[in-house]
């Protein structure tokens, strides 16, 4: 919950501050009171400069999305602070033994681990999220109790 809500803030906040942007932009160039039915000819490089700055505010919204995203997927699900130390899994040689490359990251306060398929094949494959138990000692002794299982 505290995850969904970080994100929500953050479109939040980003959609203020372009909304802001917009209001500025708006009031540098305001809207005509009765806009002819064809646009005329004589404002053409006003009309112009102000297309182009709406597509670039478009192009900023696009952009805040993306990165905010891009930022939310590698983040902790629990303490929302950013996984680190990437490492990369499996061989494609030895595909069998060690499975397909994949990226794993951390977070560093041991929450879980964000699996992220290397080469998406298949089309886009969302990351694979585990989350660590609580309990240091069973994933250290969770090695030992299967091999007493099997003997
Ligand atoms: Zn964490």
């Known amino acids: 919950m505290r995850y969904w809500g970080y994100f ?3 479109l939040a906040g980003a959609a203020a501050t372009l909304y ?6 708006d009031s540098i160039w305001p809207a005509e009171k009765n806009p002819p039915l064809i646009a005329p000819l004589r404002d053409g490089p006003e009309l112009l400069g102000y297309n182009l700055l709406m597509m670039g505010w478009f192009l900023m919204c696009v952009g805040a999305v993306v990165l ?3 930022d ?10 950013r ?4 490492i990369e899994t499996g061989s494609w040689g030895r595909m069998l033994f060690l499975g397909r490359p994949r990226i794993e990251y951390i977070c560093p306060y041991g929450h879980g681990t964000l699996k992220e398929e290397e080469l998406q094949i298949s089309g886009r494959e ?9 309990d240091l000692w069973d994933d250290l002794c969770a090695s030992s109790k299967e091999s007493d299982k099997e003997s």
């Open 126 to 134: 969302a990351p694979v999220w585990t989350p660590n138990s609580d």
């Open 83 to 86: 996984l680190r130390m990437p």
């Open 68 to 70: 905010i995203v891009h």
């Open 72 to 81: 939310q997927r590698r983040r902790c699900r629990i303490c929302l602070r």
């Open 20 to 25: 802001g942007l917009l209001l500025l932009i």
């Open 8 to 10: 929500t803030a953050k």
